[in-house]
């Protein structure tokens, strides 16, 4: 081994072992800093955990709802892993003349090699122009966000450059295994002597060293730390239903603050998620909030807490967050002094996140559907709901209001609770409540909406009729019904919600309810996904979900025209919460004269109405109404009627058609109130239901 070669190989060590160091004491330090965190519950089903990981990891489904960005990210996920072991190839090159990495058929593995290069650099270029020509509103720009791309396109034309110069170094000519280096060396073969080939190529050979290990160093200290945290958040992927809340345990005397006021008061999980997230924007492209002008972003929620543990983990931990130390001397001394004074002067809520972010949120969970990462969104803001809630007080005066009347008579608008089964007076069958009826199969959980709320009340009537006209036994509560509970908890009121809880629970144990069905999906969500944290054990059913399977039975037959243009709004609790997306649409395709046309947006990826998260009891002031945005992408479908299986939706959309001025063209209607219109009924009284 030559001189050069000895020393060429002592600074190789030195620079990877120095980078190799930095890059684990960052990982370190964020590891010490997720820490702080309150402990979480990782115990698993490992092979669905493993599926998740081949599904969205490997097989990049999630990315690829967005095709152009999807197959641009596959081309650089897969082929930076094939091109790390061309680095090392590349390495042997440069530390043992005329060695190679030791694989069988090399020529096959340098041309797969070549290829997949210049495919990471198309791919590295295609980013720049999405990001900063076609300027996708969602792509940050600036330095950091441009930087990879720096380091990417860096990374492939030192490693093609490299190989064009090794040709005229040691002599050889264009080959078949080598393309895109047999063209880049072209033109110095000939010429160029094997000296300056030589000093060439470990100039880029070189340049591609420095720029791999700095890269290395930059990953776990930028957003380019999803490339390590990504895959274990997927793999780490709650297995509860989506979004489902923590339980609060009122019990515990010990405990002064409730809800998430501190950064560290959230779980571990909850933080590593932070650490996770891409900053890819989809998130906020698809959220309801951000898109109609509301202050709330999504991915800036999470950067900005990502951000804000880094800071105060430091502070806490008095281990700097940046490397190396004489690049960052300055903010690195600032997180130190922060340490030395043991507490650090910033607020979670007010400093880094507001309130109106915060109650801006319709909790659709669009954003955690969007994520690549399954990063999720919801149970952080709910969390920082109830602290203000439950631990400062702190909410407007429609938040009280609607805290207020669900306490005194158990629905948000205040109405007297012996109103609650006013309407079935209009029903045109008989509503039986639970005294009434002994042997019923459903319990018919009307909800606060189909009770209280005229419009709502149309679904209610419609539900039993249709049930009746199949001979399905139900019963209903009567004014013995309380609100379930799912406003005051998306509302941060955690100690309502329990309290609403445990009575449901026990009025359903007192009647020996084992099947509900109810029209609201809000209601539907926490029943069959909350409520059995507390006791529940009765199936849960949504209306539509009935429905559907009495059709399939034949124990319903719509036979009557419906001539109608319908268009379906998925409604998030029932579509993105629990996956039911085909039992309204399959309800309405067996209706005659029905012609179903989907909106651009639909399915997992349908716009919110705006009502969700308590936002049905708390008036917008910024932007546009999500509502009538909603309503808008419902009308470029031309539709004569506007389906939903949600009243709180219904609702919305109502309001939506009004603020358009369409309510005269266009309907909006329940899917069970679309059937009721196609059944032959019994009675001439019930054709004149007020369904129409």
């Known amino acids: 081994m030559s001189l050069f070669e000895v020393i060429n190989l002592v600074l190789f060590i030195a620079v990877a072992g120095y980078a190799f160091y930095l890059f684990g004491s960052v990982v370190y330090r964020r590891y010490m800093y997720v ?10 089903d490992v092979k669905k955990a493993l599926d998740e990981v081949w599904i969205n990891v490997f097989g990049q489904k999630k990315l690829l709802k967005d095709v152009k960005s999807g197959i641009m990210h596959v081309v650089m996920f897969y082929g930076f892993i094939v091109i790390q ?8 090159k440069g530390l043992v003349p ?14 797969i090699q070549e290829i997949t290069t210049f495919l990471v650099l198309l791919a590295t270029l295609y980013a ?5 020509i076609e300027k996708l509103p969602r792509l940050k720009r600036g330095l950091k966000s441009g930087l990879v791309i720096i380091f990417l396109t860096s990374l492939m034309a030192s490693i093609l450059l490299s190989a064009a110069f090794e040709k005229v170094w040691l002599g050889h000519g264009s080959s078949w295994d080598t393309p895109i280096s047999s063209v880049l060396a072209s033109p110095f073969l000939g010429w160029m002597g094997a000296d300056a080939g030589q000093v060439l190529f470990y100039v880029f050979w070189w340049i591609h060293a420095l720029v791999l290990f700095s890269f290395l160093v930059y990953v776990p200290q930028s957003k380019h730390f999803h490339l390590l945290v990504a895959p274990l958040n997927v793999f780490l992927k709650r297995q509860q239903p989506p979004a489902k809340l923590s339980l609060v345990d009122f019990e515990d005397e010990s405990v002064e603050e409730y809800g998430v006021g501190k950064i560290e008061d959230f779980n571990q999980k909850q933080l590593i998620d932070l650490y996770a997230c891409v900053e890819c924007g989809r998130c906020t492209n698809v959220c309801p909030a951000a898109g109609t002008g509301k202050l709330l972003s999504p991915m800036d929620l999470m950067v900005k807490m990502r951000d804000h543990l880094t800071m105060k983990g430091a502070a806490i931990t008095s281990k700097t967050p940046w490397v190396p130390n004489f690049a960052f001397a300055e903010a690195n001394q600032a997180s130190l002094r922060l340490a030395g004074q043991g507490e650090y002067p910033v607020s979670l809520i007010g400093d880094v996140i507001t309130e109106k972010e915060l109650w801006a949120c319709t909790t659709c969970r ?16 709910i969390d920082m709901r109830r602290y203000l809630v439950m631990t400062e ?14 306490e005194r008579q158990g629905n948000p608008w205040g109405i007297n609770r012996k109103d609650r089964d006013k309407w079935t007076a209009d029903a045109e069958v ?7 009826e002994k042997d019923f199969e459903y319990l018919f959980f009307v909800g606060s909406m189909g009770s209280f709320d005229n419009r709502s009340q149309k679904i209610s009537r419609a539900l039993v009729k249709v049930l009746h006209h199949a001979g399905v036994k139900f019963a209903i509560l009567g004014n013995k019904e309380k609100n379930s509970g799912d406003t005051a908890r998306r509302m941060g009121n955690e100690f309502l919600f329990q309290q609403l809880a445990a009575d449901n629970i026990a009025l359903f144990e007192k009647h020996q309810v084992k099947k509900i069905i109810t029209i609201d999906p809000h209601a539907y969500n926490t029943f069959k996904n909350e409520y059995p944290d507390l006791g529940l054990t009765a199936e849960v059913y949504h209306h539509t979900e009935v429905l559907a399977d009495l059709i399939k039975e034949g124990r319903i037959k719509p036979t009557k025209e419906v001539n109608e243009r319908i268009t379906y709004h998925d409604s998030c609790y029932l579509g993105r919460y629990n996956g039911v997306f085909s039992a309204p649409r399959y309800i309405l395709s067996q209706i005659p004269g029905v012609e179903v046309v989907e909106m651009e947006r639909n399915r997992e990826n349908g716009m919110c109405c705006g009502a969700g998260g308590g936002m049905m009891w708390m008036e917008e002031t910024e932007g546009v109404r999500v509502n009538v945005a909603r309503t808008e992408q419902a009308l470029q479908v031309n539709p004569t009627v506007i389906g939903s299986a949600c009243p709180y939706c219904l609702t919305m959309l109502s309001d939506g058609t009004k603020a358009k001025e369409v309510e005269d063209q266009v309907k909006t209607m329940d899917v069970a109130e679309i059937l009721a219109l196609s059944l032959e009924f019994d009675s001439a009284a019930e054709v004149a239901d007020g369904v129409h």
């Open 366 to 381: 669009n954003c955690e559907d969007a994520c690549p990462v399954m990063n999720e969104h919801v149970d952080k803001i």
């Open 98 to 111: 005329g060695k190679h990495l030791p694989v069988p058929a090399y020529p096959v593995f340098t041309l």
């Open 35 to 44: 820490r702080l965190g309150k402990p979480a519950d990782f115990s698993m």
């Open 430 to 436: 008989k509503v039986p409540t639970v005294k009434e």
């Open 128 to 132: 720049y122009y999405r990001r900063y």
């Open 85 to 92: 072991f061309g680095a090392i190839d590349l390495f042997i």
């Open 393 to 406: 007080g702190k909410m407007n005066a429609e938040a009280s209001r609607t805290f207020s009347n669900i």
